[in-house]
């Protein structure tokens, strides 16, 4: 009998799995699937490692728990991310039938649960259910850290290779 847990303990676990992404260079998202109080599924991003625009968190967190229950359909099953899912991976959640979309940080350059669209709002055949802000600050600082730092590299290459000519 699994003891339960409850939503910020399921995010510092993507959390886990975001400062995983980031000591590869990737945009630091992580998330996990849980069924009955299990995690069954963990994805981080690894779009630059991979050079494939599919993996995100989300969707390598989905392939994993649909080969542990042997099937696409994620019923009963809670999705955490530190970032709101985009179009394609909040598609992936819906096709999924994952039960819960429990996100950290808001996106609203591509947020597909209420910062850009609602995809869950549109007429589709399941509709999850949205918890936003669990560990915001947590979930946000990670990204703005990250950004912050691509950035300040970038602006000391172009320097440095403005010095060179």
Do not use: Q, W
Request: glycine share 8%; net charge neutral.
């Amino acid at each position: 009998m699994c003891e339960t847990r409850n939503d910020e303990f399921y995010m510092r676990e993507a959390l886990r799995l975001a400062e995983k992404a980031e000591a590869l260079g990737e945009a630091p998202v992580g998330c996990v699937i849980v069924k009955d109080g299990e995690i069954i599924g963990r994805g981080y991003n690894l779009r630059e490692s991979s050079g494939n625009p599919l993996t995100h968190a989300e969707i390598i967190a989905i392939n994993e728990a649909s080969a542990k229950v042997k099937s696409f359909r994620l019923c009963d099953c809670e999705l955490y991310v530190t970032l709101e899912p985009c179009p394609m991976c909040a598609g992936a959640c819906i096709n999924s039938r994952v039960e819960r979309v429990i996100f950290g940080a808001s996106d609203p350059k591509a947020g597909s649960c209420g910062s850009v669209i609602n995809l869950f709002e549109l007429p589709y055949n399941h509709k999850p259910e949205i918890t936003g802000g669990v560990l915001r600050d947590e979930c946000s600082g990670i990204l703005s850290r990250f950004f912050l730092s691509l950035r300040e590299r970038n602006k000391a290459r172009k320097k440095a290779k403005s010095e060179e000519v």
